[in-house]
């Protein structure tokens, strides 16, 4: 019985990958040749080269330290099953960031969001999930270390579309990252709430700090944060699972960028998300150590009766 529960569950993890990694392969080749991508080719190889190593290079010390066989080896698309997720992660950070001609801080990028899986984790329904989002993480570090990078300009996304197909672009990405989100992440509350609370967050702002409320909601326009609602804030690894666990981490994810915003602080989404994470995972941190405590207490309970 638990086979057939377990099973299905990877299984969706899986495809839900596979898709997200078709898609997020797509855009990036059309954003080169069609949609006007102003970095240079050479950002997403060298992204893709950092996360591809760094993942496999942790999972063979990894292997090591607990004496299995790596995980990237066996047959069939082993090895490419296993490399999804860094595939997904460097495309994300060569596609997000703006670093002008420099590479260095796309290959840090990349380097940083794989080893965040491995260094920050946190134990949690019987196993050890990593707490940040691998690409939102490599950003805001990356953010920070190199003070003159910066995020991908929103209108690159559509900037050589016209017509018709400059909304057509932004309706795949809402279809598709719903489907995705309905059937495989089920991450729907989430992004519901993240949607509704960010519009709360702005009128908030409006009335207290006297901002404009619809230039607020500019952001909403375009297609960088729709990637970002879709694919990025919704990720089923970092993200609460219950309803009211993803409706607590949307609307923590608008205060959060609110907050920012407010004391004028820039890539709010970024760095908003990175603290969201943050604190979810003190939180589990805590959780987890408490349970091990009531654990031992109980059992030291047990083993006394028994001594007397």
Same mark, same amino acid.
Do not use: D
């Given at each position: 019985m638990a086979e057939q529960t377990t099973k299905p569950q990877k299984d969706i993890r899986l495809a839900a990958l596979r898709r997200f990694a078709t898609a997020i392969t797509l855009l990036n080749v059309l954003g080169h040749a069609v949609l006007g991508f102003e970095q240079s080719l050479a950002q997403p190889l060298i992204a893709l080269l950092a996360t591809y190593s760094t993942e496999i290079l942790l999972e063979v010390l990894e292997s090591r330290r607990l004496g299995r066989k790596p995980r990237f080896l066996g047959p069939g698309t082993t090895c490419i099953d296993f490399l999804l997720s860094a595939h997904i992660t460097g495309l994300a950070v060569a596609m997000l960031l703006y670093a002008n001609d420099r590479l260095l801080p796309i290959a840090f990028a990349g380097v940083v969001a794989i080893a965040s899986k491995h260094l920050f984790r946190v134990g949690t329904n019987g196993a050890?999930?990593? /707490?940040? *989002?691998?690409? *939102?993480?490599?950003?805001? $570090?990356?953010?920070? &270390?190199?003070?003159?990078?910066?995020?991908?300009?929103?209108?690159?996304? !559509?900037? *050589?579309?016209?017509?018709?197909?400059?909304?057509?672009?932004?309706?795949?990405? %809402?279809? =598709?990252?719903?489907?995705?989100?309905? /059937?495989?992440?089920?991450?729907?509350?989430?992004?519901? !709430?993240?949607?509704?609370?960010?519009?709360?967050? &702005?009128? %908030?702002?409006?009335?207290?700090? @006297?901002?404009?409320?619809?230039?607020?909601? *500019?952001?909403?326009?375009? /297609? $960088?944060?729709?990637?970002? !609602?879709f694919y990025m804030v919704t990720d089923p690894a970092t993200t609460p699972t219950t309803v009211r666990g993803q409706m607590g981490?949307?609307?923590?994810?608008?205060?959060?960028?609110? !907050?920012?915003?407010?004391?004028?602080? %820039?890539? @709010? +989404?970024?760095?908003?998300? =990175? +603290? %969201?994470?943050? =604190?979810?995972?003190?939180?589990?941190?805590?959780?987890? +150590?408490?349970?091990?405590?009531?654990?031992?207490?109980?059992? +030291?309970? /047990?083993?006394?009766p028994a001594e007397a």
């Open positions: 050890r999930r990593h /707490v940040f *989002n691998p690409s *939102n993480l490599g950003i805001t $570090a990356t953010l920070l &270390a190199f003070p003159w990078v910066g995020i991908a300009q929103p209108y690159m996304f !559509t900037e *050589n579309l016209r017509g018709g197909w400059a909304w057509f672009l932004p309706a795949i990405i %809402v279809c =598709s990252g719903s489907f995705l989100n309905g /059937v495989f992440t089920r991450k729907i509350p989430l992004i519901l !709430t993240w949607l509704g609370a960010f519009v709360l967050q &702005a009128a %908030v702002r409006h009335f207290v700090f @006297g901002n404009l409320f619809l230039p607020s909601l *500019n952001p909403m326009t375009g /297609v $960088a944060f729709l990637l970002f !609602t981490f949307g609307a923590a994810m608008a205060a959060a960028y609110g !907050t920012l915003m407010a004391f004028h602080i %820039v890539f @709010g +989404l970024f760095f908003g998300l =990175s +603290l %969201v994470c943050a =604190s979810r995972g003190a939180l589990l941190y805590v959780k987890s +150590l408490a349970a091990q405590r009531a654990e031992a207490r109980q059992r +030291l309970e /047990v083993r006394m």
